[in-house]
């Protein structure tokens, strides 16, 4: 079986909680609602934006946290038209996407983002020509359902046993475990090392060549 190392995009290879937080305060001021702490929208990071909503606004119908979604997209939407939106990658990313694949490992994606979110994410980075496989929460539930790592793994034609989700939140720990897969945290992005043991990490990372280090050690 192939060895596969799926990647979350958000929190994990790129930065962009300026973009999130802003927009998510955006599409409130917008319904007319107070806007939430930037810890609060950080806590719901990784989860579909419906999903999100749920979480965000629990007293509030279905309807309700479908429309709050779809204004966060057009705010979003906006700062990208206004040249607003900054996705840098996180410090040593670059290097071990390169490393993990002079080492044999297929490479993929397993996010919250759209599929045009994450494809202009990527081409902006020149990066994604790396991966075999790209899931988004367009066809998939929403994290931690495990149907984004299965299809994933089909596609790279990978095992549980030899397949890692590497990811910030505990939302992507949950969701390695519900597929059998290992549960990589890392700890430069939005939920602390603490939360992401406490829903099930095997181990976590402070940086991207200590996570190399563990990988290397897997193979």
Same mark, same amino acid.
């Given at each position: ?9 958000? /929190? ?29 929208t950080r806590s719901v990071v990784g989860l579909s934006l419906v999903e ?10 279905? /309807? ?39 080492? /044999?490992?297929?490479? /993929? ?42 299809q994933a793994m089909a596609d790279a034609g990978a095992a549980p046993e ?16 519900? $597929?059998?897969?290992? $549960? ?8 602390? $090392? ?14 991207p060549a200590d996570l190399l280090v563990r990988m290397k050690a897997m193979?």
């Amino acid at each position: 079986m192939n060895r596969l190392a799926l990647f979350d995009c958000d /929190g994990t290879l790129v930065d962009s909680q300026a973009n999130i937080c802003l927009a998510m305060e955006v599409c409130f001021d917008a319904a007319g609602l107070p806007a939430p702490s930037r810890e609060r929208t950080r806590s719901v990071v990784g989860l579909s934006l419906v999903e999100a909503m749920r979480v965000m606004l629990p007293d509030a119908d279905g /309807g309700t946290h479908v429309k709050i979604a779809e204004g966060y997209k057009r705010a979003f939407h906006g700062l990208r038209g206004k040249g607003l939106v900054d996705e840098p990658l996180y410090e040593g990313i670059a290097e071990l996407i390169d490393a993990l694949d002079a080492d /044999g490992w297929l490479l /993929g994606v397993a996010t919250g983002k759209s599929d045009r979110g994450l494809d202009l994410c990527l081409g902006h980075h020149g990066l994604r020509h790396r991966f075999v496989t790209l899931q988004t929460a367009d066809r998939h539930p929403s994290k931690p359902h495990p149907s984004m790592i299965e299809q994933a793994m089909a596609d790279a034609g990978a095992a549980p046993e030899t397949t890692v989700m590497i990811g910030d939140t505990s939302y992507d720990m949950a969701m390695a475990r519900a $597929a059998g897969a290992t $549960a990589a945290g890392v700890a430069w992005g939005y939920h602390g $090392a603490d939360a992401l043991l406490a829903a099930g990490a095997h181990f976590v990372a402070d940086r991207p060549a200590d996570l190399l280090v563990r990988m290397k050690a897997m193979a």
